[in-house]
Nanobody
Framework: QVQLVETGGGLVQAGGSLRLSCAASGTDLSINFMGWYRQAPGKQRELVAHIRSGGSTNYGDSVKGRFTISRDNAKNTVFLQMNSLKPEDTGVYSC????????????WGQGTQVTVSS
């Protein structure tokens, strides 16, 4: 089973920046999809950004121009650089990575809290 370990997150003032990372354990992984989702209190989980194996990216409308998703293929790691943070960006951020190891996997990180104060 492929496990994900997230790092980053924390408390930041509005206008500040944070960087999240998510690393997938295992070797000989063929990763098709790496994404970040977030869930604010009382709201449904929403897509923040994703990046596919070919490098194409997609962002949620609320983060376009402020967040950047990137990946390090050699380390099976995905990053989320978050700039110009707003209080409404507050939530639990979780990474999702899908692909093939010995079999297909669809793994989620443990979630990390991001809190943006006004």
């Amino acid at each position: 089973q492929v496990q994900l370990v997230e790092t980053g997150g924390g408390l930041v003032q509005a206008g500040g920046s944070l960087r999240l990372s998510c690393a997938a354990s295992g070797t000989d992984l063929s990763i098709n999809f790496m994404g970040w989702y977030r869930q604010a209190p009382g709201k449904q989980r929403e897509l923040v950004a994703h990046i596919r194996s070919g490098g194409s990216t997609n962002y949620g409308d609320s983060v376009k121009g402020r967040f950047t998703i990137s990946r390090d293929n050699a380390k099976n790691t995905v990053f989320l650089q978050m700039n110009s943070l707003k209080p409404e960006d507050t939530g639990v951020y979780s990474c999702n990575i899908r692909g093939y190891g010995r079999t297909w996997f669809d793994s989620w990180g443990q979630g990390t809290q991001v809190t943006v104060s006004s």
